[in-house]
Nanobody
Framework: QVQLVESGGGLVQAGGSLRLSCGTS????????MGWFRQAPGKEREFVAH????????YYADSVKGRFIISRDNAKNTVYLQMNSLKPEDTAVYYC?????????????????WGQGTQVTVSS
């Protein structure tokens, strides 16, 4: 049984930082690309970042580029999202997900297993 568990969310002031973690189990972590998505109230889930199986390639949504950093530790079966210079518009539930394929994708349908999400709230 594949499981993903996010942690690290919380309340932070604008300009602050948070680091999200996503621990996985049930499959060989290093065989799968990973992604982070987010969903704000009343909005559709949107792509945030993607990292390749080895961690050598990363991709970001334009809205977070230069502020967020995705990384992974294959020895710990964990993917991270370092979020800096946070803005109120970053407020959302953040989800990690495993990729169905090794190639980069911003589409939710290209990710098969999802965590339960962690709330990030940025106050102005």
């Amino acid at each position: 049984q594949v499981q993903l568990v996010e942690s690290g969310g919380g309340l932070v002031q604008a300009g602050g930082s948070l680091r999200l973690s996503c621990g996985t189990s049930g499959r060989t972590f290093s065989n799968y690309a990973m992604g982070w998505f987010r969903q704000a109230p009343g909005k559709e889930r949107e792509f945030v970042a993607h990292i390749s199986r080895s961690g050598g390639s990363t991709y970001y949504a334009d809205s977070v580029k230069g502020r967020f950093i995705i990384s992974r530790d294959n020895a710990k079966n964990t993917v991270y999202l370092q979020m800096n210079s946070l803005k109120p518009e970053d407020t959302a539930v953040y989800y990690c997900a495993t990729g169905r394929r090794s190639s980069y994708s911003i589409l939710s349908r290209d990710y098969d297993y999802w965590g339960q999400g962690t709330q990030v709230t940025v106050s102005s």
